[in-house]
T-cell receptor, first 115, second 111 residues
Framework: KAGVTQTPRYLIKTRGQQVTLSCSPI?????VSWYQQTPGQGLQFLFE???????NKGNFPGRFSGRQFSNSRSEMNVSTLELGDSALYLC??????????????FGQGTRLTVV | DAKTTQPTSMDCAEGRAANLPCNHS???????VYWYRQIHSQGPQYIIH???NNETNEMASLIITEDRKSSTLILPHATLRDTAVYYC????????????FGSGTQLTVLP
């Protein structure tokens, strides 16, 4: 079956602009999580959505937001971009239901460069 | 979630077993040990996870000590394509579904 799809793969934006990244999870997966990866901070959790509701949020400013649609696809938005937002943004999907969840499957990521 | 400690880097000869250690001395009873790897510029890939017992799948084996304070990921016959950063993560099964990544171990498989 198809894996996690993230679009676009690469993006260049200017400081102060906003950006929207998209993630299509594996069919049947209802949980989508977002991570930011930078050389200095490593992989950091942004937020997780399940059934269109944000279930958990990492320690990021309010400029970072997301949403999930009824088909489980998710978008994340970063407003008022800063140079430090340049990173690889990764999306992960999992079944998300039940008391015990197993592995999360990651997409290839979107490489955002802010200039 | 419990903190993990891994060596920064390791080398392994191609065709030999790669043994990657992880210390998680503060692990609690309901926390699982997960292993992921990330090949350069790609998304992390799930490898294996376990609670108490040793686990094996088509990719690797996971050996967890009896006191659960440490574990070892074993790649039985390492290939050049196994060169990657390997992350050991401890996660509470009942917690929100986030993974806390540390710095990981850079495994380099040498020809």
């Amino acid at each position: 079956k198809a894996g996690v799809t993230q679009t676009p793969r690469y993006l260049i934006k200017t400081r102060g602009q906003q950006v929207t990244l998209s993630c299509s999870p594996i069919s049947g997966h209802r949980s989508v999580s977002w991570y930011q990866q930078t050389p200095g901070q490593g992989l950091q959790f942004l937020f997780e959505y399940f059934s269109e509701t944000q279930r958990n949020k990492g320690n990021f400013p309010g400029r970072f937001s997301g949403r999930q649609f009824s088909n489980s696809r998710s978008e994340m938005n970063v407003s008022t971009l800063e140079l430090g937002d340049s990173a690889l943004y990764l999306c992960a999907s999992s079944l998300g239901s039940g008391w015990y969840d197993t592995e999360a499957f990651f997409g290839q990521g979107t490489r955002l460069t802010v200039v | 979630d419990a903190k993990t400690t891994q060596p920064t880097s390791m080398d392994c000869a191609e065709g030999r077993a790669a043994n990657l250690p992880c210390n998680h001395s503060t692990i609690s009873g309901n926390e699982y040990v997960y292993w992921y790897r990330q090949i350069h510029s790609q998304g992390p890939q799930y490898i294996i996870h376990g609670l108490k017992n040793n686990e094996t799948n088509e990719m690797a084996s996971l050996i967890i000590t009896e006191d659960r304070k440490s574990s070892t990921l074993i790649l039985p016959h390492a290939t050049l394509r196994d060169t990657a950063v390997y992350y050991c993560i401890v996660r509470d099964s009942g917690s929100a579904r986030q993974l806390t990544f540390g710095s990981g171990t850079q495994l380099t498989v040498l020809p």
